[in-house]
């Protein structure tokens, strides 16, 4: 009896496709994004059916900040629309990078990006505070300046300077989730819920509302792999380990957590909200929920990892 196909969400960083180290262009996204995808070809290689999502922090934060400047010439542009104007733009670059590499690896299989809304609550307390890294990074002088100009919320982003903030609602359900189910168990693969997916929450009478926000792609991966039945979560983002004391001389990088040390760790405050906390929730949320692995690693160490040769497996306990 042929063994079932590993099943498995990958969730690309928005840092690992655009670096503060290059300039924001679609030239150098375009690049980012294909060598992003070299370890996913290979997982399609060995079989896997795989559910895409990426990030979009630094893309929506530069299209948010194009829309403050162009105004009043050109009228503004709500954020949640921003976050469908993104997801549709590196869906498609994600799409078309991964269409033309299996061709060239002579492997035959369909590629689709849905435009993918996804479900919060209207009063959920982080929209009344802030944690969302968007947009450029800049030197504090300049980020309090374009904070009081624009009415930005900024915080420090750690070594590469300040960056603005938004709020980042926890995402409960996928709309259209069974769609996206059925596309991947008749083995396309499919790039949905991208920069966490656009925000929305439901009115009394039933209809849906936009909400101008960001949610966090690691935690709308999480949710993607409960409503595909993903056995893997697959985190792709520019570090090789999550590490204890992070930037800090006694910093420890970890090569295996179980869920209550993942726990017990977060807890100490090892992991930032702005950084691996929503990671780490993550891993948390997708093997409470029926997964059996989570691989957090570099987006070009892929492969080493899921051998255990690189980056941190999170299990269950």
Known sequence: MEEPAHIAVVALGGNALSTPDEEDSITNRFARTRRSLIGIIELIRKGYRIAITHGNGPQVGNALLRVEMAYPKAPRVPLGVLVADTEGSIGYMIEQSLQNMLKLAGVERDVVTIVSQVLVDKDDPSLANPTKYIGQFYPENEAKEL???????????????????????????????????????????????????????????????GVDAVIDKDRAAAILGRVIGARELIILTNIEKVCLNYGKPNQHPLDKLTVSEAKDYHTQGHFPPGSMGPKIEAAITFLEHGGEKVIITHLEQVLEALHGEAGTWVIPD
Request: hydrophobic share 35%; charged share 20%.
């Open 147 to 209: 904070a009081e100009k624009y009415g930005w919320i900024v915080k420090d982003a750690g070594n590469h300077g300040w960056r603005r903030v938004v709020g980042s609602p926890i995402p409960k359900n996928i709309i259209n989730g069974h769609i996206i189910r059925n596309l991947t168990d008749s083995g396309m693969i499919v790039i949905s819920a991208g920069g966490g997916g656009i925000p929305v929450y439901l009115e009394d009478d039933g209809r849906f509302e």
